[in-house]
């Protein structure tokens, strides 16, 4: 059961007409915001690209987009190459850095540009230097000073020169033709160029006016304003008939050669419009004009619109000079300043209305963040967080704070309208109830919910709402009532998003998902994800809802609701989805503005081009007038028509832009034109895919597959892959981008490369160490058979010296035997013929002593005999 409580509904009165206008009065003096007047709508809303960005310089005199979609920026820093994310200062070898005047790309992609007092320059589409034509290198050239280029439907160059008049330049072969002046000698300038439907060329000059160069013709001849012609043509465009002229101080005037002048085309657009500096005119037939201070738009029909430059806003036109306008193929308008970098006007923020603030214009938003949104008949009520509640009138476009007398709250949470007409406020007193007369306002203070923060509203029937209380519950309130909703035991207090579909009113909340039933005017979880939900959008088939990391689509089946798809969500989770008649679904919140194509498998991301207004949206839920999607924004209101969706952006390139490794300490670039190869030690290979796009770069999708690693396409963050440690083999790389809007349009690439084996595992090392192995076993067998011969030559000399010892012994021994055997015989004799020397006289014992002496020698001979064989032995 429902406890029902009265709730205590305080009337605030009726003012009179005197009371509530001198309220009024005394507010808007204090706020010079807050008074009535036209809300400045601050459309088209312009992105701003500045040096934070990595823009080299502030200064942007030329702007030129090439066949592969990437723009070329001269700049006082030199040249600059952008591809809708990153800036590249391109260096030329053998050229200082100087100022470029003028770039233009030819038909065959080549690029020219001009370079204060050196000359004109042309790269070849590798981006290489090939010719430069200047007074010293060029015999007959006129000028250093180029300020004007324009490539003819012949293919031939245009060049206007500074005090060298007209040259016309064929750019294969570059000879080269001074264009005289019709009845002039003396040097002259040239400031602009272009041709007209016909092909004549028409020279926007200082100090003489307008001139033309018929097809055919090789003189210049004048147009005057006036009989002295002294005039100074700043800019030119082609028109339906004749060309447009930005005349210093004369405005934007139209010639034709049946018609003559029309100077300016209206007089009250002359303050307006100003001094030209630059004009395209775009596929519509609408004449864009750049001016000192701003921006004038004509369109086909002859309706003027100017756009005044802002200084209290990032998000209109800077406040400097702007010089230099480039359309790109896909509507988007590129205006280089003097000063405040590059601006952008995307195709979509051309269609989207905004409103913001500006310090500078008094009748602009206040400067609060923009809460809550909520639509009538008669226009609509913006709800902010600082300075209360104002009613625009979306007829007269004009705007009020709601007095204080009705509602005194400046913390505005949330607004709803209920059939009944009455306007139902959350805030940071409690709940409020406005009706169309003031005396049946109705309030609930903060009391009575608890002391909780009454937050998110919810219209239910005539005269009903939901009412979210922060931290306790959800509540039903209408006309002097204010009952507590019942719940079960997943109770939630912090509602994030209540919405409608399916013939049912589904809850997100901390605790998940809940279902607010009428009947019992109770919620009833339901059992599909206890995650945190934070917002909600019904579909033809279900419903989306957005968790931590993810956007999660539940469909209707037979046996309940079922979980169908899963995308991914980086960064803080939405804070409103809605799905528009399309079928296609938007979401926005601090991450910015994103929409889902239908069937689509990405978001294609919109804050970054409607500049910063749209990057900074709003956590709440966003509302719909029945045709826009309102998004309230911490810097503004956005109105967006889902129908003007501008379609998809042209791709037309992709490259590789990076392949590098980790070798040796430092990143080394590996070769992109031919397959490369990786060293076996080499640390982690960088790849890097690029596909040149000026606007909604970051909603392209990059995929890769590497032949024989990957079983299918891997989705990579900003065209960048790691590849770690790889076997040894060859590999082929592939790469994909595509827009989420036309996924069936894919451009590809592809790449080689080879991750070499260890040295000692390649084939001239496995030739060599099987030719070292060979050569080794070939020393090996020499060395042993070296050593064999060796062996044996020991062993023989082993063998011949036993033989020798065995020899020598046995004849030791034979001499010792033979020394004995004779020795002792001899011995005996001795001693006999010394007896018998002894025993004779005179010559008888001469001669026995010379006998004995005989066989004294030959004993001592036998003796040594028998010592040297004791000696051998």
Sequence with gaps: MIEKRRGRARASGQPGGWVWLQTLVAVALMQPWLCAGALTQQSPLVRRISIEQGLPSSEIYALAEDRHGY?????????????GREFVRWQIPGVASGTIEQVLIDQRDHLWFSMTEVGLMELNPARELVRQFSVERTPGWSSNDVWALHLAADGDLWVGTYLGGLIDLQVNSGEFTLVPLEGVSEPWSVLALTTDREGSLWVGTYGRGLLSVAVGDSVAKAHPFTES?????????PADEGVWVAARDRGICQYDSERGWRCPERPEDL?????????????????????SRGISMRSREGHWRHFQASTGSPFGLPPRRLIALHLDPDGGLWIGTEGAGLAYISPLSQR????????????????????????????????TFEFGLFRFNGHDQLTNRLPQQRLSANRI????????????VTHEQGLSRLSDYPGEDLHWPTSEFGQGLADLIFPLGESQVLVSVYGSGTWLAGPGELLPVESDERKPTQLEDVQSGHGQIWVASERGLHRFEPACGCLIWLDLSDQRSYALAADARGWWVAVDGAIVHFVATPTGWKLARSLEWSGRPPGGMRVDPLGRLWASGPEGLFVLEKEAISWRRLGSELGVVAAEMSSRPFESDGESLLLPSDRGLLRVNPRALPSAPILRSLKLIEASVFRQGERVQLALDAPAAVEAGDGDLVIRLGSPLLGEAHSLRFLSRVDGLDPDWVELADGRRTLGVLPAGRYEFHGQVFHPANRDLRLETSWSFEVLA??????????????LVALLLVLIQQAMARANQRRQRQDLEIEQLVWAERNAAEKSAFLAHISHEIRNPLSGMLGLLQMA????????RSRLALARAAGAQIHGLLEDVFVWSRVQR
């Excluded at 001094?275 to 750049?290: H, I």
Aim: no cysteine; hydrophobic share 45%.
């Design 229 to 237: 012609g002294r005039h100074q043509v700043d800019a030119l465009a």
């Design 413 to 424: 949470q949330d607004l709803g309208t209920t059939a009944d007409g009455a306007l139902w």
């Design 352 to 383: 989207v209305q905004a409103w913001v603030s500006d310090a500078a214009d008094p009748k602009s938003l206040p400067p609060s963040r923009i809460r809550a949104v909520a639509a009538d008949e008669a226009g609509l009520w913006i709800g």
């Design 71 to 83: 723009l070329w920026l001269g700049t006082d820093a030199g040249l600059v190459r952008y591809d």
């Design 271 to 291: 303050q307006q419009i100003g001094d030209g500096k630059a004009m395209v005119v775009n596929g519509n037939g609408e004449l864009w004009v750049s001016r």
């Design 837 to 844: 020397e002894r025993e004779s006289s005179g010559p008888q």
């Design 758 to 771: 260890p040295w000692w595992r390649r084939w001239p090392a496995l030739i060599t160490a099987v030719g």
